[in-house]
């Protein structure tokens, strides 16, 4: 994003989810299906392709997450519709819980094979899935040129016991991310974690492949393997910092089409009528907890 006409769309399609974790707060899901229809989500891509490319975007990385994505049933000919209008580079990155069998995977693998890069945030989430059976479908989506990152929330009370599990994965030469728990309003890290924990979830499990952040002081440049670490490292207050959210980026949950998900600005309207903003404009926002939204290109 710092580097080319890149935009990015973190598209919340529903909070629907067919696991029920313990410690899932109550706004991350749902027992009730609440998609949208297809015709209005293919406009939204449509409407968001416009209106980025007059802001000088002609390259899209779509992210969806929910709730759990895999499970709306029309997700595949939505996938399907990215490629229909054109663009030098597309690529796709989904948050799942993994929990569709190899033969969906196989069958998602071959519609997003058009797209430029594709990659995937699997969350591990004991109470509901096998380790082994998950490790295989991470192995598999590897093997077929995905991306892989396996996201775990690091509950203080389990730590230690999940630190263990993450460290196998990694031994089957899987990437692995350890995340802090957040409140129950998605504002802040919770308390609980001891400084050993913070340490090691501040340093350790490097990723494989590349940095995804860039940080630079106008004379040096410096570099943090995935985004969860800004949170980890306190470094996510970017209040008075310009911040491209809602002008090169864009968010959307269920309905409301947002400039971030920690923004405190008013939406930019609803699926069916939104605008982006045409300019970058300064934060108001006292924490950046979301690392969908600390990635985004901002300056002090
Ligand atoms: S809260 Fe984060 S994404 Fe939102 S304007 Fe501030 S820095 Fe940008």
Redo the contacts with the bound molecule.
Sequence with gaps: MLDRPLFNISWILGRFCNYKCSYCWPYARSDKIDYMSLELYIQVIDEIKSQARQNGFEEFHWSFSGGEPTAYKELPNLIKHLDETESPYQSIHMTTNLSPGSKWWKNWCDITDCLQRRSITASFHAEFAKEQEFGDKCLQLMYEGVHITVNQVMVPDKFFETLERCERLRKRGINVTLKPQSDITASYVIDGYSQQMIDIMQNDFEQQGGYQIRLTDGEQNYFIDQAERFNALKFNQ??N?T?N?GYQSVIIVGNDVK??Y??REESLGTLDNFKLFSSP?V???KD?VSSA??K?P?CK
Aim: glycine share 6%.
């Design positions: 970017f209040k910092w911040c959210s400039r971030g920690s923004c404009k934060c108001i926002t950046c939204d600390s985004i901002k």
